[in-house]
């Protein structure tokens, strides 16, 4: 999740594109850059590493010109350098680009073979280079982007339509070129993209944060259209170039509530989120078609993943929760045998690391002081120690082989949401990929479950939509003093990440079970009406959960159950049900996590508690 923003209008762009930025930063923040068009129609491009304030100060003074265009990053391809950080130029073009190109490689060796010249590792200098290839003829074979010698073939509206034909993926550009200075276009398609009016003056931005003090008269790009910005006006096309009329909505919310688009806190907007960042992790990287994952970045070759005999997984918190399904999935897909550690045991544990370990860091930030210092001693043994995390560049991404990242974008809510799904995807591809090398799993069933997963955004969609009901039971028990969550197989890390996330931010105890344990202790603490949520989508331990059910109903408790919609069984034996949209039956926890997600939230809602900074907690825990 990046943040893209560009200005036409009659004011000095500069110190309104870094102002916008400023306001953008929550959506990304390792590296930064601005170009804008001066008064002798030359680009003029600043790019930094770190925070827009980081950019202030390779600013010059009294930067001309009132037509520019921003970018403030959340890496996905590539580090968080200058050479990486928007805009991307060729020749006389500039872009800035929120979202991920899936056929970048594809285009890029095409692009290369016509003599373009890349100097990131991004998808979206792509976009550049693709853009400069429609708007100049080429027929050297030889292209050095000096577009001063080059004869034009078409506008650059026209150049814009044919690259975005071109590209797979998400998008929200705004485009400058030298040679048409008084305009500017933007285009979108799954990223976001907003437009303000102004007195004179036109924004476009990834949210209205960007401008709000500017103005409040905004129109919502849709996907596939194109946006025309030129003096105070803009126009919208669609693809083919036909004419789309928009409506105009005036903003009422103030800065604050905009930052959180609206949303009440960031958590409850990254719980939103998920529908479209699920989308980012597994973007570009699976086939349904012939049921294969991607997973080039692993540099891990087929013999390699052939001889694993084990795998370690380090992590805390919430990332041991994913890591724990990890190990059921390495089991189930690819025949691996997985332990699942805790950062601050394993670096205390004497491990046994004998035999071809693969070791796995889970962590959201990358700079989880256990889970660094466990990986360091697993690392001390000799085995091979890959990554799966959120930051680019983060310190765990510099100690490591190689680095899976789960694309998720921000997370400024302590209680880790969008990384936990993000992280779950990312697991169910990279044991999809094991288990395909090892011959483990078909490739129908692999194509079933890579279909199934693409239906993954849709359906925490589906959830979304009706999370109204999520709330009404969260009121009903937002007075209890000790919650359960059980759940067997895949749905046990689910139910302990369910007790996690209630007890983080409403402070209510909270204890997750294998439900299958409940005999051996836990049941001594059930009394009259306490809440058990039994996470009991259909699978093969269906039949035991239910028979946990009824045992903690015989003990007077109330059952809460999360199940499949259209489950009409459940309905029996429980007091309230929550319900997911059928899926592979492999990939349900993924659902029943948003739902969780929600009761939580709306719980400490209830409790008036602090949400998105729960007392005694730290977002990211980098001391021991
Ligand atoms: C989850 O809601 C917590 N904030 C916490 O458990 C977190 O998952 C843990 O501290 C690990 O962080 P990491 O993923 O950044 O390593």
Redesign the pocket.
Known sequence: MCGIIGYVGKKTAAPILIDSLKKLEYRGYDSAGICVLNDSLQLQTYKTTGKIADLELVLPRNVGGTIGIGHTRWATHGQPNTENSHPHLSGDIAVVHNGIIENYLEIKEKLIECGYVFKSETDTEVIAHLLHSHLYSNNSGVNSCNSGSQSKKCDLMTAVQGTLRALEGSYAIAVLCSSEPDVMIIARKDSPLVVGIGNGEIFAASDVTAFLKNTTNVVYVDDNEIGLIRGGNVEFFDTDGNKVIKETTTIEWDIEAAEKAGYEHFMLKEIHEQASSVYDTFAGKISELDGTVNLDELNLSDEQIRHLTRIEII??????NAGLLGKYLFAQLADIHTDVDTGSEFRYGYPVMCGEVLTIA???????AD?LAAVRSAKSYGCRAIAITNVVGSTITREIDSVLYTRAGPEIG???TK??TAQLITLYMLALHFGRVRGKISAEDSKNLLVALKNIPADIQKILNKKSIIQKCARQFANSSDYFFIGRHLNYPIALEGA??LK?ISYIHAEGYAAGELKHGPLALLINKTPVVAIATKGHTYDKILSNIKEVKARDAVVIAVADEDDTEIEKYVDVVLRVPRSHVLLSPILSSVVLQLLAYYTALERGCSIDKPRN?A???TVE
């Open positions: 992590a805390c918190g919430t990332s041991w889970i962590t959201q930030s990358g700079e989880t889970t302590v209680a880790a990384s936990f996690l996330k983080e907690l977002k990211s825990v």
